[in-house]
């Protein structure tokens, strides 16, 4: 038996749906992508939603948005996917990086009292984890910072609440979502979703995302002329396909589901590995329910938490680390790193650990896992 780290939950659902947009004429553009993003815009009470082909090309198309000069400072934390690094680069733009609160997954508002400045324009805030970042407390410090914009990438956090119960995605200038694999849900392994209260951000990033065509082929298809378009700006092919979009629905009618199993099966693994001194949760002071995708735990030390994950390989559970080494240690930053201090973000990444969970595994599997875990640390003793 494989216990694997994640493994997505599509069934004929998603099969039927994608086998009717098969028999249409529209695979990009169409009428599903619509469908998507209302329901998903209704489902959370969003504003304004735009799909994209991933939360990665989402980030970057905000970014390029908000026209702003070259080398203009963006901050975000340095335990980060590279996502919101990619974006920053490829605009032209300088990532700031700040520091995590010590042993803990959110952003260290002492460190980014530091480093935020009048140079400052954006802030990308991750979330991590189903757990969310402390937005109000970041908002109050942003204050007096009139040309400051938060942008969220939430790609771990959908369906998550903050503690007034309010669905994640509306306490920003844009919250962008990934509908990647190992995700809350999956656009059959591929897609993003911009939510933001600006119709016009996201009426030029529909432009931007079709090469920067200001009509889509769709909304021209009823017209005169309907191969008539024009292009002002730098677009991109960033699109969402038909096919996604179908996947996407059905994904989202099961979320709920796909939520609650997985908090079963994180507060299984919680109480069989309570009593273990060698292992720590994960915990936050800003998420009422946490939408968890990975079960993460910090173990003592690098070698513990390597020398672990290398037993349970042996024995066929796989599991990873989001993220070791934190996102500013990557060569491609070294021009920026001598300028930032990161110490907990290495010391979080070095200890920590991501174990399956998928809505396809069941408390059973949890148990096996957990006990395997348990011998290993009773045999060390
Ligand atoms: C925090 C975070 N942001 C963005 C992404 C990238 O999402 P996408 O694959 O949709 O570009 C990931 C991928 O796992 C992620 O962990």
Redesign the pocket.
Known sequence: MKYYLSKPNLDKKELHGITKILKKPWLINGPTVKKFEMDFKKKFNYFHCTTV???????QLILQSLKLKKNDEIILTSF?????GLAILQQGLKPIFVDLEDQKFDISLKSLKKKINKKTRVIIL???NGYLQPVEKIKNITKKFKNVKIIE????VLGSKDNKKNFVGNFTYAS?????P??MITAAG???MISSKDKSLIENIKKLKSYGMDKSSYDRKKKNKPWVYGINQLGNNYRMTEIQAAVGIEQLKKINTFINKRLFLVNLYKEKLAGLSQISFQNSDYTSRPAIIYFVVALKTQKIRDDLADFLRKKNIYTSV??DPPLSEHHIFRKYFKRIATINSKKLSSKIISLPLHTMMSGKDVIKITETIKNYFNAKN
């Open positions: 082909s991933s939360c990665t090309a989402g980030l980060n996917f590279i996502s919101a991750t979330h991590f990438d939430c790609a771990h962008v979502f990934s509908f990647g190992t995700k591929m897609g993003g989001h993220w």
